[in-house]
């Protein structure tokens, strides 16, 4: 079996995936956010 050598496997895919799902929540939760203020505003 092969010996593991910490830090060297590349993660470039699983990086540019993280950020792609960190942007993703990030715009998601402001859109919630907007929507509940604007319900709040207008008492629905």
Known sequence: MAEHQ?????ITVQEKTFAGFINF???TVGVIFVIVVLLAL???
Do not use: R, T, Y
Request: neutral net charge; hydrophobic residues 45%.
């Open 6 to 10: 910490h830090g060297s496997m590349d």
């Open 25 to 27: 929540v990030i715009k």
């Open 42 to 44: 207008w008492g629905a």
